[in-house]
């Protein structure tokens, strides 16, 4: 049987996910799935197709988030400051990615969905042990602790009535930061990203 048409379905998914991940930072998680659908250059009967719900979409989103992260765990193994690097990197995603806060809290998550968080876990748990024997993190402090600071940081994002100043973001980015390494903080968001991309 030709591979076609499964390439076909993987191509579309794919635009799918790209497509909503951008939806949803622009509309919020109520994008309509006709916006959706035309960004990706599909129908909506094919995006059902992949998708039945609203929240099995986003869900893809995440998961494609958590894989993103164990890829850059990896890469930052043995790296002096991978922790810190990884962490500022999920504040951005956070940051670029508002409506996670209010999927992640909703009841309606797919059970599959719950795994993602041990995922992320395991996913940061070698390089939690590297900063802490180097130093770096707080000797006291460990995985959970290190991911207890997303939601602080997502509580902040959502409990403000106007988009945040650069400062503002830099400040709460500040206080998590200190309040988990015993290093400075970057001083601007966009130095981290540059290091990590770099």
């Known amino acids: 049987m030709s591979t076609t048409p499964r390439r076909d379905a993987a191509r579309n998914r794919d635009r799918l996910i790209t497509a909503a ?58 790296v002096a400051d991978g922790l810190e690097r990884l962490f500022h990197y999920l504040l951005d995603v956070q940051a670029e990615a508002p409506w996670l806060a209010r999927f992640v809290s909703a009841d309606a998550v797919p059970p599959e969905t719950r795994t993602l968080g041990d995922r992320t876990a395991a996913a940061i748990e070698a390089l939690v042990d590297q900063a802490r024997a180097r130093g770096v993190l707080w000797p006291e402090l460990g995985t959970e602790d290190v991911l207890l600071a997303l939601p602080m940081a997502m509580a902040a994002q959502m409990a403000r009535q106007h988009p945040a100043s650069t400062h503002r973001s830099d400040h709460v980015r500040t206080v998590l930061h200190r309040g988990l390494f015993t290093t400075d903080p970057p001083r601007r968001r966009s130095d981290e990203t540059k290091k990590q991309d770099g």
Do not use: M
Request: aromatic letters at 4%.
């Open 21 to 78: 991940r951008h939806c949803f930072a622009t509309l919020g998680p109520d994008a309509p799935l006709e916006d959706i659908a035309r960004a990706a250059g599909v129908s909506r009967t094919t995006l059902h197709r992949h998708f039945e719900a609203r929240e099995d979409l986003a869900a893809a989103v995440l998961e494609q988030n958590v894989s993103d992260i164990e890829s850059r765990a990896r890469k930052l193994l043995d």
